[in-house]
């Protein structure tokens, strides 16, 4: 059966998927990157060859996305190597071609896509400030000593709401600390940070935009019911989640090089399954040629310089 591959490589975590000839998700796996990108993908590769080996899958084409695509694309012999907002539209419009805005929420950044008759027209992305990422949750959750897990169910039994700062974690922090001491529950502190990370990431990512229904929010950060529940109470609509809400960006890029190989005729640019077991390891060093003094990324593959990137000239991204 040929199958086609997705990897979205993040700072949190590292999704890798198959699909079908029907586009329908044969595997998927989402694995915690802990820093070592490189280790977590090898990982879910090592995974799938398992599954290939025993139910016959052919990969035909391999797509990555995610902030460390430019290396793993390297590694696995990408077909087609795509930034985070088009895996994420690609996806979102396969499954819901009616879709206008698509909420996305990660561990560390999160985006706005505007979406019209399946075209981006419009996105912004919170890379720098974490009270709207799931870490300002995750961080939350470890100073309550509550489960992240048992977050969003808690927020869901709170009988008051209790506004809780949450234009920066400082901020909020401070602000959950005094409403703990004026004797609100844990509940109800759990719902107003729920809150007030969905009213951060609306004002700051959805502002001068139009946002329209259907929504459709996605990310790790939506399998958080308090979230969702926060989402449709201050858009004032209904809040679609699919069904692989964590695996998005890998799924859409997987389609993304579906499409690719298909139209191009050409064969897969895969290395194999053999690819975990190379010794793949990154380099850099700043280049002293003229004032720009860039940051030059070095990928030694089996002791081999395999690629260079990072120069704003070329003298060495053409050198190999």
């Known amino acids: 059966m040929r199958v086609y591959l997705g990897i979205d490589i993040g700072s949190v975590s590292t999704n890798v998927i198959a699909i079908d000839e029907n586009t329908n998700v044969v595997f998927a796996r989402y694995i915690r990157t802990n820093g070592q990108p490189i280790n977590s993908v090898k990982q879910g590769l090592r995974e799938l060859s398992v599954q290939a080996l025993s139910d016959g899958y052919e990969v035909s084409a391999v797509g990555v996305t995610g902030s460390g695509r430019q290396m793993i694309g390297l590694m696995v012999g990408a077909d087609v190597v795509k930034n985070e907002i088009t895996a994420h539209a690609a996806a979102t419009v396969h499954f819901y071609p009616?879709?206008?805005?698509?909420?996305e929420i990660g561990g560390q950044d999160s985006k706005i896509i505007i979406v019209k008759d399946k075209i981006v027209t419009d996105f912004s992305m919170n890379t720098v400030c974490a009270a709207g990422t799931g870490?300002?949750?995750?961080?939350?959750?470890?100073?309550?000593?509550?489960p992240i897990e048992q977050f969003g169910d808690l927020a869901l039994t709170a009988e008051n709401t209790v506004r809780i700062a949450g234009r920066c974690t400082v901020f909020a922090e401070s602000d959950m600390i005094a409403k703990q001491q004026y004797g609100y529950s844990k509940a109800e502190i759990i719902k107003g940070l729920c809150d007030a990370l969905v009213r951060n990431y609306l004002n700051n990512l959805g502002r001068g935009k139009v946002l329209q229904p259907p929504f459709v929010f996605q990310g790790g950060v939506a399998a958080n019911k308090g979230i969702i529940r926060a989402f449709e109470e201050q858009v004032g609509h209904e809040i679609i989640i699919p069904k692989y809400f964590g695996v998005m960006g890998a799924i859409g890029v997987a389609l993304s090089a579906k499409s690719q190989v298909e139209a191009s005729g050409q064969p897969t640019n895969?290395?194999?399954?053999?690819?975990?077991?190379?010794?793949?390891v990154p380099k850099s060093f700043e280049c002293s040629g003229c004032s720009n003094a860039c940051e030059v990324i070095k990928v030694i593959i089996n002791g081999e310089v395999a690629a260079m990137w990072g120069d704003k000239c070329g003298k060495w991204s053409s050198s190999v």
Not at 135 to 146: G, K, V, Y
Request: aromatic share 18%; charged share 30%; net charge negative.
């Open 98 to 103: 009616d879709v206008q805005t698509i909420f």
């Open 135 to 146: 870490s300002f949750l995750d961080h939350q959750a470890e100073r309550l000593n509550i």
């Open 270 to 280: 895969f290395k194999g399954f053999d690819c975990i077991e190379l010794d793949f």
